[in-house]
């Protein structure tokens, strides 16, 4: 049975979700506007050589701790694998517990290549 959503809670809850997400194609305007981001791919350093989002600097799982690449003056935008893959919000919540500004990139690299977007090798 579906019940009536607290519309006060559907608003935080989609106000957060603009702040700290982003889609494909506006990822590839901010890159395209020069904008002051920092790209942060979670993904293992195979999967990354393989192909990644230009400028994106790797940082698999087993390296988090290191916190190299990541940025404080700018926003990360954290991607992984794809849209059911939780890896980059895993990633973005020990980010942020660090004092690091993010954001999640819904979809991940599999929805920014479905897009016919850019890929660096």
Not at 18 to 34: A, K, N, Q
Not at 47 to 59: E, F, M, S, V
Not at 97 to 111: A, D, I, K
Request: charged share 30%.
């Amino acid at each position: 049975m579906i019940t009536l959503t607290d519309t006060r809670k559907a608003v935080e809850y989609f106000e957060a979700k603009l702040e700290f997400t982003t889609g494909p194609i506006e990822l590839d305007s901010m890159i395209e506007r020069g904008e002051s981001i920092n790209i942060i791919d979670v993904r293992n350093e195979e999967d990354y050589r393989k192909g990644h989002i230009p400028g994106a600097t790797n940082l698999p799982s087993d390296v988090w701790d290191s916190l190299e690449g990541l940025s404080r003056d700018r926003t990360n935008i954290v991607y992984c694998y794809h849209q059911q893959c939780h890896l980059s919000a895993k990633a973005c919540k020990f980010f942020a517990e660090q004092g690091y500004p993010v954001m999640e990139l819904e979809g991940g690299f599999e929805t920014w290549q479905q897009r016919n977007l850019p890929v660096e090798k």
